[in-house]
Nanobody, 119 residues
Framework: QVQLVESGGGLVQAGGSLRLSCAAS????????MGWYRQAPGRQRELVAT???????TYTTSVKGRFTISRDNAKNTVYLHMNSLKPEDTAVYYC?????????????WGQGTQVTVSS
């Protein structure tokens, strides 16, 4: 079994910064791709950023230059550093990890953390 615990959300003014963390624990052999998604009220969940096991990153256009995804393989943790936050970044943020566990690949989601950006 694999558990993901997210932290770091909160309320911040426009232009501010937050750092989200997602730590995985349990029967983990390795973690492949890691990603962050977000879902605003009334909207579909969207992919925000990804990072592969070799450190290659991708970002959705609206966050390029403002958000940075990183990972600490020793801690099985992925981070999302968010700068220059805008009200439209308000959403519940979810981490998603591709994990090799007990000989099988599986996908796991975090519980979600609320990010609210006030104008």
């Amino acid at each position: 079994q694999v558990q993901l615990v997210e932290s770091g959300g909160g309320l911040v003014q426009a232009g501010g910064s937050l750092r989200l963390s997602c730590a995985a624990s349990g029967s983990i052999s390795s973690i492949n791709a890691m990603g962050w998604y977000r879902q605003a009220p009334g909207r579909q969940r969207e992919l925000v950023a990804t990072i592969t096991s070799d450190g290659t990153t991708t970002y959705t256009t609206s966050v390029k230059g403002r958000f940075t995804i990183s990972r600490d393989n020793a801690k099985n943790t992925v981070y999302l550093h968010m700068n220059s936050l805008k009200p439209e970044d308000t959403a519940v943020y979810y981490c998603n990890l591709g994990v090799l566990t007990r000989g099988s690949n599986a996908n796991y989601w975090g519980q979600g953390t609320q990010v609210t950006v006030s104008s």
